[in-house]
T-cell receptor
Framework: SAVISQKPSRDICQRGTSLTIQCQVDSQVTMMFWYRQQPGQSLTLIATANQGSEATYESGFVIDKFPISRPNLTFSTLTVSNMSPEDSSIYLC?????????FGSGTRLTVV | GQQVMQIPQYQHVQEGEDFTTYCNSSTTLSNIQWYKQRPGGHPVFLIQLVKSGEVKKQKRLTFQFGEAKKNSSLHITATQTTDVGTYFCAGGPNAGKSTFGDGTTLTVKP
């Protein structure tokens, strides 16, 4: 299965600022996915990052709040913009390799 | 949209007891995956089931996919303290774009 490096692992940010999370995969993949896991909750898909085209966002998530880049087949970034305390969550990237969804180690974000 | 429900939310067992978590979807699933998330960790893929009525085993873990492909279960025989964590089921058109259940958090008392 793929190996994903995600950073930062955690951060504490001031409200109103933005944080960019990076994910690097050790192999080329067509699609990468970004999930959010709020404290004590399940995982919710934010968007699918497509190489060469705009990301596809799920209901309730918009590009202005969560801009995504996918410059090549091994890398993607998610930015959490104009943060508020409600954005405090774990953010995870993942890739689908032969039916197995492999997750990065996650970014634990606290907004104060 | 698709909803995936999972029960129970929490399960406390004595080491050596069995454990089962159940997953139900509001729609027919093309596949279902199971994940384990240790406290403070990220979800780790356990298995994917694709066929109606499929049963797969991994050591003490038994996974089943219902005949109608709308429900699934994970059964752990003789739990150990290493089994603690939250178990999620997820279903969707593919593994990456999946709807996750709320998870079942298992604690094991030695």
């Amino acid at each position: 299965s793929a190996v994903i490096s995600q950073k930062p692992s955690r951060d504490i940010c001031q409200r109103g600022t933005s944080l960019t999370i990076q994910c690097q995969v050790d192999s080329q993949v067509t699609m990468m996915f970004w999930y959010r896991q709020q404290p004590g909750q399940s995982l919710t898909l934010i968007a699918t990052a497509n190489q060469g085209s705009e990301a596809t966002y799920e209901s309730g998530f918009v590009i202005d709040k969560f801009p995504i880049s996918r410059p090549n087949l091994t890398f993607s970034t998610l930015t959490v913009s104009n943060m508020s305390p409600e954005d405090s969550s774990i953010y995870l990237c993942s890739v689908d390799t032969t039916g197995a969804n492999t997750f990065g180690s996650g970014t634990r974000l606290t907004v104060v | 949209g698709q909803q995936v429900m999972q029960i129970p939310q929490y399960q406390h067992v004595q080491e050596g007891e069995d454990f089962t978590t159940y997953c139900n979807s509001s729609t027919t699933l093309s596949n279902i995956q199971w994940y384990k998330q240790r406290p403070g960790g990220h979800p780790v893929f356990l298995i994917q089931l694709v066929k109606s009525g499929e049963v797969k085993k991994q050591k003490r873990l038994t996974f089943q996919f219902g005949e109608a492909k709308k429900n699934s279960s994970l059964h752990i025989t003789a739990t150990q303290t290493t089994d603690v964590g939250t178990y999620f089921c997820a279903g969707g058109p593919n593994a990456g774009k999946s709807t996750f259940g709320d998870g079942t958090t298992l604690t094991v008392k030695p």
